[in-house]
Structure formats: structure tokens, C-alpha cells
């Protein structure tokens, strides 16, 4: 038997049965606020990782390569699509956006769960194709508050704010294939909530068929 503890607490820890992380993906219109829930639920809850997408946007002002985002020409983008090297794929908002396959299949294999930040087509291909997917939808409390928080965060243009508003209502529309809705009204609160799915999903019981064995191998 065993002499480790059983359920030490660490989601990463590989219990030899072949743990698999948890693949979790998030969606919501542009100016959601997913990407401040998505950075205060990084630094609130360990051994979650965050997968960095490709994109043909052009950087704004304080966004880093290969930190928000790698950057990229559409040549590459394309090359790397005929690879097959995308998980999934999305033309958003007039851009290219993709998701590494290769860093998110070794996460996962690696016990890490892991984040993908992505748009409600990009939500469709990865539930279509992968065999666990946690899928949570922020909602924005109105359309007004959309458009506030897109506005004052001056990063596009006015015709990209317009495009991303007129898309805006589409986006919302998918709801209802999520798993989890969070409405983002209140930062802390909403940002509690999801770190509250990301507990609980943890705590499944099939994700804790492992922990359940090492406990029963010690009533012997
Ligand atoms: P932004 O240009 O504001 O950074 O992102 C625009 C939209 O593209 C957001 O909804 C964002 O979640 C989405 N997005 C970012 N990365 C990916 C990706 O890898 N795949 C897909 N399908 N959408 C992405």
C-alpha cells in the first residue's frame, strides 16, 4: 500500500493512475471582464495554468508577446493551422485567434488544469472535440454596462468598438451551452464564484476516484 497520504490537497500531484487536469474554458463578449476574473482567479487559486493563444491582432499598448498573446502574420498563423497544431480555431472580431494543442494536451497530461480564454465558436469546437470540458459563460449585467466598460477602457478604435458591440448580443445569445453562468456585476463577488466551479469541479467524485482508493486501501 501506498504511504503517501491520501488527498494531500495539491490538485497537481500525480497520483500515478494518470490524473488528468481539468480543462476549463471561458467565454464571454468583449468587455466582459473575463480577463480580470481570469488574472484574480490565477493569483486566488494554485495549479491552474493559462493557455497563451496565437492571433493575427496587432498588440495594443502593454500587451507583451507571449504573455497576452502570441502575436503573429497570418502566414504563420495559417501554417501552423495546416499543421494542425490548433486545438481550435476562430476568425473574431475580423482576427484570427487559436489555441496551442500541443501546450494544453501536456498540461492536462501533466495533472495541471488549465484555462482557455476563448470566443463562443472557439468554446463549440473544444467541446465538440475533447472529451471533458468545464465550460463557463461571464455575463456582463446589461448592455449598457458593455459598452461603459468598452469604451473606457480605450483599446480599439470606434469602428472595432462598434464591430464588438453589433457582435456583442450573438455572443450572449450561447449561453445557454455553457455549463456555469457568472454574472459579473461585482468583481470580488464574481471572481469568488469562479473560483468557487474551479473547488468544486475539483472535488468531483470521478475526478477523486484516486483519492477514494488510497483512503479505502487503508481499511484493510
Ligand atoms: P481580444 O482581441 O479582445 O483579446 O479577444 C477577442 C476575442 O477573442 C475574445 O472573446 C477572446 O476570448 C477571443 N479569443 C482569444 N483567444 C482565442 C483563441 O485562442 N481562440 C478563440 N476561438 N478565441 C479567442
Known sequence: MSEERAGSGSPTEKPGGGYHGILFVISSPSGGGKGTLIRRLLEAVPGVSYSV???TRGS???EIDGVNYHFVS?????????????LEWAVVHGHLYGTARSVVEQDLSEGHDIILEIDVQGAA?????????????????S???LRARLTARMTERPEELE????????????YRHF?????????????AQLASIVSAERARRER????????????T
Open 53 to 55: 493563444s496565437w492571433t
Open 60 to 62: 495594443r499598448p502593454g
Open 74 to 86: 497570418t502566414d504563420e498563423f495559417e501554417r501552423m493551422r495546416a499543421s494542425g497544431g490548433f
Open 125 to 141: 469546437s473544444v467541446r465538440a472535440t475533447m472529451s471533458s470540458v468545464v465550460s463557463v459563460f461571464i455575463l456582463p449585467p
Open 143 to 145: 448592455f449598457e454596462v
Open 163 to 174: 464591430l464588438r458591440l453589433r457582435n456583442a448580443r450573438g455572443e450572449v445569445e450561447q
Open 179 to 191: 455549463d456555469y453562468l457568472v454574472l459579473n456585476d461585482e468583481v470580488g463577488r464574481a471572481a
Open 208 to 219: 477523486q476516484e484516486w483519492v477514494a482508493r488510497r483512503v479505502l486501501a487503508t481499511f
